[in-house]
């Protein structure tokens, strides 16, 4: 599997690469997908459906038609674009619906900036990320309207503002306050501006992120500077042009060579590409899996409106689901489950990301997969690199648990605290370099200086390299990954410590089964006693969402463990929580 070369560069660092490089197309993405030849898909090609109700889509065609009226109406009901391009942010909160990437390809046309929110937020955590952004337009799906109207309150936003993005029964795009709607047939179109300038490509930002669908801070150094000042915005991410665009090309060229070298063999060619949308598009495998790449493969995205057991099952059998990403703690519940049987047959590629999954679990969820002939690979990378930094080789396998070589174009490094290399069998903090690589956090220099070394974004990930395989072995950073998304510690405990009998508060993960962590809080209250752990666990679960709650307990002390400079020591309280409970939690 090893597919690295490590080149000493003349100051010692030892750089991890592909021994390939790539030469990346100089346009914007929409023109990539829309107007190139790299991009797979023909007009007729239908792209987005209904799972429930196939009958619902989009063509290539279709899609570009309504994303350009959505772009003309952003344009000229919103101004969003009217002073120049990568400056309007436009908030989306939608359930996984066919319409949504059109909305995503209409807030870019118009010269927006995209940026989802996991639509299991909160009104309160929604109206911080429209606030944050720094946005004027807010998109919601029908399901969402009553959070909708909540946030926009909350964070000053006219109701006129508030747009309803609607697939079933019929595509519709209305404003909520009763106001103008897009004619969805015969409406007026607004084309996207292409670019070509190279420079513009990488210093564009099209898509705002925030952490994996979550308003977390991205590293221990930028949370302690939170605890200190509260005051300091979440950063989101920048991502660009450039970045989205070396995101779904680099990976294709392998992969391409290999399918065509196979078929030219006498080997059958892959089934078409179907996948299923599962997974929320505010987490970059979203955006990336359901609204970029199978466009750019020419396959079919099959929405379903959220995560749920038995219809995910239907749904992957009756649509005969050939291509399939999801996080490691869903491939837990396919390896154990009983319902599970022969959904699976149809799928010829399996990936897994956003949290590791060690050896035993690839293994026991490889044999429900395509008649237990096809092997999950496992990608690693961050919202800050645009997805996968490794990504395993068509036609290649590992089950060992190791994250994949690293792609092509990017570079890697893996060092100790003092930025120096370690060798090769040592545990080290994961840098990155390269196209895929954030410009930054929004509005937020502080971050993006605490995050960057020397030209190097530092991951806060834990690796090894051994035998010419890499293994992610913890965590640096302290935010915790909930069955791919992302939990703040810093945000949990600076709600925690405005309750009036709690002195103080520090949140830390339980490592669960499926590489999953949950939230546990150490409270130091004013008297001992005076609190429940029903009643902390109350006041989280009334202002954040589902996931952030505190399934890991709550564990009253006396005082928390901190360094001479007032740092809370979060090792001493995570070595502590595993001490407590023994064993790794079950789901």
């Not at 010692?12 to 197309?25: A, C, E, L, Q, T």
């Not at 994303?67 to 400056?87: C, D, M, Q, T, W």
């Not at 929604?126 to 909540?150: C, P, Y």
Request: with cysteine; charged share 20%.
């Amino acid at each position: 599997m090893s597919a690295f070369t490590t080149s000493i560069t003349r100051d010692g660092m030892r750089i991890y690469k592909n021994p390939n490089s790539v030469d990346i197309p100089q346009v914007d993405l929409p023109t990539l997908l829309f107007d190139t030849e790299h991009s797979l898909a023909e007009d007729d090609t239908p792209l987005h459906l209904s799972a429930a109700n196939p009958n619902i889509f989009l063509t290539k065609k279709t899609l570009r038609a309504l994303a350009e009226r959505i772009s003309y109406f952003l344009r000229h009901s919103f101004s969003v674009g009217a002073n120049g391009p990568y400056k309007d942010v436009v908030v989306v909160c939608s359930s996984g619906q066919p319409a949504a990437p059109a909305a995503f390809y209409g807030i870019i046309g118009a010269g927006g900036v995209f940026s989802a929110a996991s639509p299991s937020f909160t009104p309160e955590e929604l109206a911080r990320q429209i606030k944050q952004g720094k946005s004027k337009t807010l998109i919601v799906s029908e399901d969402k309207i009553e959070v909708g109207k909540k946030a926009a309150k909350i964070a000053g936003l006219s109701l006129e503002r508030v747009i309803v993005l609607n697939s079933e029964p019929e595509f519709e795009v209305r404003r909520l306050d009763g106001g103008k709607r897009v004619d969805v047939q015969n409406g007026p179109r607004l084309q996207w501006r292409k670019v070509t300038d190279p420079e513009e490509l990488k210093r564009s930002l099209i898509v705002l992120l925030y952490s994996s669908g979550t308003t977390g801070v991205p590293k221990g150094q930028y949370s302690w500077h939170l605890r200190v000042n509260p005051k300091l915005n979440f950063p989101g991410v920048m991502l660009s042009h450039a970045n989205m665009v070396a995101q779904v090309f680099i990976p294709s060229v392998q992969a391409r060579a290999h399918v065509a070298a196979a078929v030219q063999a006498g080997e059958p060619a892959p089934q078409p590409y179907r996948t299923l949308a599962h997974l929320p598009i505010a987490h970059i495998a979203g955006v990336h899996g359901y609204l970029i790449a199978p466009m750019f493969s020419g396959g079919a995205v099959y929405w379903m409106p959220k995560f749920t057991w038995q219809p995910f099952l239907e749904s992957i059998k009756r649509l005969k689901i050939t291509a399939f990403y999801t996080v490691p703690s869903i491939f837990l519940r396919i390896a154990k489950s009983s319902d599970v049987t022969d959904q699976f047959a149809t799928v010829e590629t399996a990936i897994t990301g956003a949290a590791p999954m060690d050896a035993e679990l690839q293994q026991a969820a490889n044999s429900k997969l395509g008649n237990g002939n096809t092997r999950i690979s496992q990608t690693w990378g961050l919202s800050e690199t645009t997805g996968a930094v490794t990504a395993m080789p068509r036609g290649a396998s590992d089950v060992t648990g190791a994250i994949s070589p690293v792609l092509p174009n990017m570079e890697m490094r893996i060092v100790d605290d003092d930025f120096k290399d370690v060798a090769p069998g040592q545990p080290g903090e994961i840098i990155v370099r390269g196209p895929f690589v954030t410009n930054g956090y929004f509005d937020n220099e502080e971050a993006t200086k605490a995050t960057f070394h020397n030209g190097w974004f530092c991951t806060g990930d834990i690796a090894v390299e051994r035998s010419g395989k890499f293994y992610v072995v913890d965590r640096k950073k302290e935010l915790l990954k909930y069955k791919g998304l992302q939990i703040a510690p810093a945000e949990l405990e600076n709600h925690l410590i405005t309750h009036p009998d709690i002195l103080e508060a520090a949140v830390v993960g339980m490592p669960i089964e499926g590489g999953s962590e949950v939230p546990r809080a150490y409270v130091v209250p004013r008297k001992m006693g005076a609190l429940s752990e029903e009643e902390v666990k109350h006041f989280v679960k009334k202002h954040f969402a589902d996931y952030k709650q505190l399934r890991g307990g709550v564990r009253f002390v006396d005082e928390l463990p901190k360094n001479a400079v007032g740092k809370i020591l979060r090792r001493e309280l995570r070595d502590r929580a595993k001490a407590e409970e023994g064993v790794k939690a079950k789901l």
